[in-house]
């Protein structure tokens, strides 16, 4: 066995399907889960990806990071997917891009996936436009709660987010300090309304969260919220 530094290109063992999920209007989309090896997850992230018509897929880099790191590190299951007309390395969703809309049935489809195959404690987990998911969407579905990666807050309205108050479901939010739409000072006025809302400033991180840095940061909050006893991430590993 040797001792390998965990960076960014690093793939861990797990258990991989390719598959497609079915929405309740009949569209056919794209779809991963990665497992851990030979034990049961603890918990299941379901990835809500950025904005496709800017380039957002199932494949932006911190969540096929999270694939390739956080079954083996963490134990747990990491369900991907295109939305609805969302083309990626993977395969290419059926439908259009609705802006929001007709995606409530994307969000629907994958929790009820990951509710019929038994697959325990799913967490939503957005980023950008995968965000607005979530938090639109969220307070209706099975979920333990939902872990926001720079919320944008463009298409959720005041209404959306008093839909979290008092529901029993988490609620955290990673806001970057140099982020392009929603900044912490302003981050912490719009959330307000949400007042069991945690925020997580992150010192020099941006909306992309580039770097190896700005993506451990990411993956160790999403560790310490959802299997603690995981937390931190190792730095290196065994193999």
Same mark, same amino acid.
């Given at each position: 066995m040797s001792q390998i530094e965990i960076r960014s290109s690093i793939?861990?063992? &797990?258990?991989?399907?390719?598959? @497609?999920?079915?929405?309740?209007?009949?569209? @056919?989309?794209?779809?991963?889960?990665?497992?851990?090896?030979?034990?049961?997850?603890? /918990?299941?992230?379901?990835?809500? $990806?950025?904005?496709?018509?800017?380039?957002? *897929?199932?494949?932006? $880099?911190?969540?096929?990071?999270? /694939? @390739?790191?956080?079954? $083996?590190?963490?134990?747990?299951?990491? =369900?991907? *997917? @295109? #939305?609805? +007309? #969302?083309?990626?390395?993977?395969?290419? &969703?059926? +439908?259009? *891009?609705?802006?929001?809309? =007709?995606? /409530?049935?994307?969000?629907?489809?994958a929790v009820?996936?990951?509710? /019929?195959?038994? =697959? !325990?404690? !799913? %967490?939503?987990?957005? %980023?950008? *436009?995968?965000?607005?998911?979530?938090?639109?969407?969220?307070?209706?579905?099975?979920?333990?709660?939902?872990?926001?990666?720079?919320?944008?807050?463009h298409r959720t309205s005041d209404e959306d987010l008093i839909r979290w108050k008092g529901i029993g479901k988490k609620l955290v939010a990673l806001i970057p300090e140099h982020d392009d739409y929603l900044k912490p000072d302003q981050a912490a006025e719009r959330f307000a309304i949400v007042p069991a809302i945690e925020l997580i400033n992150v010192p020099d991180a941006k909306h992309l969260w580039v770097g190896e840095s700005a993506t451990t940061r990411v993956l160790n909050e999403i560790t310490r919220i959802v299997n603690p006893i995981a937390y931190p991430l190792p730095g290196f590993i065994e193999l």
């Open positions: 793939e861990l063992p &797990s258990r991989r399907e390719l598959f @497609n999920l079915t929405t309740q209007d009949g569209l @056919n989309l794209i779809a991963e889960l990665a497992l851990p090896i030979s034990k049961a997850p603890v /918990a299941t992230l379901i990835t809500l $990806h950025p904005l496709p018509t800017s380039g957002g *897929f199932m494949d932006s $880099h911190i969540y096929r990071k999270a /694939a @390739n790191r956080l079954p $083996h590190l963490a134990d747990l299951a990491v =369900l991907r *997917f @295109n #939305t609805r +007309g #969302t083309s990626s390395p993977q395969g290419t &969703s059926e +439908g259009v *891009f609705d802006g929001g809309k =007709l995606e /409530a049935l994307d969000v629907s489809a009820d996936y990951v509710l /019929a195959i038994g =697959l !325990p404690n !799913p %967490w939503l987990v957005g %980023w950008s *436009f995968g965000t607005e998911l979530a938090l639109k969407y969220g307070p209706d579905q099975n979920v333990l709660g939902a872990i926001l990666l720079s919320p944008p807050l």
